[in-house]
């Protein structure tokens, strides 16, 4: 397991299942970040050697707070909301589908007006084991498609300047259950913003279809 801290942290291993967020740039306000940033960082001084479960008691942790994120990015209060332009999201969804079966293997995403989210399986290649990079694969993965849909999105946008915020979030997903969790917690994203009665109603959102059974 590789374990990679910028902001946040990150658990990342080869060939596992992962659930990711990107947002755009400026899609929360400054002071709300760094209020959270500040939370984090009394918890993790809290959190010391002795402490039993450190790791889980950090994803618990974590999971909190990627909630809180969410929870202000589906209010679309303040910021951009670019995603919502159908050329901006079709850059996004053919990127996604793209990297689909080299990558990873796509099994859901939601794109939102200021957000994604992406659940897949990480395909351990040559590529990875022998590249000289030193971004752990998921990160690599998630710049490669960042960096490719902002300077595609900015030229229609013509504008210039950060179109995503630098940090993501991923999460290891651990077994069968918390995977169908999640791909549901994703696909239902529009309905707990309310802006669809049906999760099918969002252009917007993917499901691989061995997964549809237990959604229908």
Same mark, same amino acid.
């Given at each position: 397991?590789i374990?990679?801290k910028? *902001?946040?942290?990150h658990?990342?291993?080869?060939?596992?299942?992962?659930f &990711? =967020?990107?947002?755009?740039a400026g899609s929360?306000?400054?002071?709300?970040v *760094?209020?959270?940033?500040?939370?984090r960082?009394k918890?993790? #001084?809290?959190? =010391? @050697?002795?402490t039993? $479960?450190? #790791?889980d008691?950090?994803?618990?942790?974590e999971?909190?707070?990627?909630k809180?994120? @969410?929870d202000?990015?589906? #209010?679309?209060? =303040?910021?951009?909301?670019?995603?919502?332009k159908p050329?901006?999201?079709k850059?996004?969804?053919d990127?996604?589908?793209?990297?689909?079966?080299?990558k990873?293997?796509l099994?859901?995403?939601?794109?939102?007006s200021?957000h994604v989210?992406?659940v897949?399986?990480?395909i351990e290649?040559q590529?990875?084991k022998s590249?000289?990079?030193?971004?752990?694969p998921?990160?690599?993965?998630?710049?490669?498609?960042k960096s490719?849909t902002?300077l595609?999105?900015n030229?229609?946008?013509?504008? @210039?300047?950060?179109?995503? $915020?630098v940090e993501?979030y991923d999460?290891?997903?651990?077994? $069968?259950t918390e995977? @169908?969790?999640i791909?549901?917690? =994703?696909?239902y994203?529009p309905? #707990?913003a309310?802006l &669809?009665e049906?999760w099918e109603?969002?252009?917007?959102t993917?499901?691989k279809p061995?997964?549809?059974e237990?959604f229908?």
């Open positions: 397991m374990y990679y910028r *902001k946040l942290p658990w990342q291993i080869q060939g596992a299942e992962y &990711v =967020t990107f947002r755009l929360l306000p400054i002071h709300v *760094k209020s959270l940033q500040l939370l960082k918890y993790q #001084k809290s959190i =010391t @050697e002795k039993e $479960n450190k #790791k008691s950090l994803r618990k942790f999971l909190k707070i990627f809180k994120y @969410e202000l990015l589906d #209010k679309c209060c =303040t910021g951009p909301r670019w995603l919502e050329k901006i999201s850059i996004i969804k990127s996604i589908h793209y990297r689909d079966g080299n990873y293997d099994y859901a995403y939601c794109i939102m200021n989210h992406m897949f399986k990480h290649n590529e990875i590249s000289s990079e030193s971004l752990p998921i990160t690599r993965i998630l710049k490669n498609l490719y902002a595609q999105a030229k229609i946008l013509e504008r @210039e300047g950060a179109f995503w $915020n993501s999460h290891l997903i651990r077994n $069968n995977l @169908e969790n791909i549901r917690y =994703t696909i994203n309905v #707990k309310n &669809v049906n109603d969002w252009q917007q993917y499901c061995i997964f549809l237990s229908t």
